[in-house]
């Protein structure tokens, strides 16, 4: 399972996904929503990096584990990436709003959007560099 393709699928995957992370979480969702929202403390940043990365990994490793329903390359990893983002957010993201007067409604749906196109993006990547050969077994 852990063969050149995953490694190198997890690399370029965990480049994009914190590009686009920065953009979106840092500076967009900053200005939009964090900035108004009390009681949140700021963290080293490359904690958020560092957890990009062992996402990327679970997403590649659970990807080699469903490859042959959604099948290889971009078009197959974008539809698994559809499915993981959306499986990933919904119903997810309401959960911080039941649980914290200051977060927003509006900040769960931007939230389950961005996780459904985070992960459309990286399945997307991730089917460009990771190819299979045979079936894994799933247990």
């Known amino acids: 399972m852990m063969n050149k393709n995953f490694w190198i699928a997890v690399v370029v995957g965990s480049i994009v996904v914190n590009v686009i992370d920065f953009l979106v979480q840092g500076m967009l969702f900053q200005q939009m929503f964090?900035?108004?929202?009390?009681?949140?403390?700021?963290?080293?940043?490359?904690?958020?990096?560092?957890?990009?990365v062992i996402l990327v990994i679970v997403f590649v490793w659970f990807y080699d584990k469903v490859y042959g329903s959604f099948?290889?390359?971009?078009?197959?990893?974008?539809?698994?990436?559809?499915?993981?983002?959306?499986v990933m957010s919904f119903p997810?993201?309401?959960?911080?709003y039941l649980m914290?007067?200051?977060?927003?409604?509006?900040?769960?749906?931007?939230?389950i959007i961005y996780g459904i196109a985070w992960g459309v993006v990286l399945g997307t990547v991730v089917g460009k560099f990771y190819m299979k050969g045979e079936a894994?077994?799933?247990?």
Do not use: H, R
């Not at 949140?40 to 940043?45: A, E, I, Q, S, V």
């Not at 997810?92 to 911080?96: A, L, N, R, V, Y």
């Open 34 to 52: 964090y900035s108004k929202m009390q009681g949140l403390k700021m963290t080293n940043p490359a904690w958020f990096m560092i957890m990009d």
């Open 71 to 86: 099948g290889g390359g971009m078009n197959g990893g974008m539809k698994f990436g559809l499915y993981y983002g959306v």
């Open 92 to 96: 997810t993201m309401f959960f911080p």
């Open 100 to 111: 914290w007067e200051s977060v927003m409604y509006g900040y769960v749906w931007a939230s």
């Open 136 to 139: 894994t077994p799933a247990a």
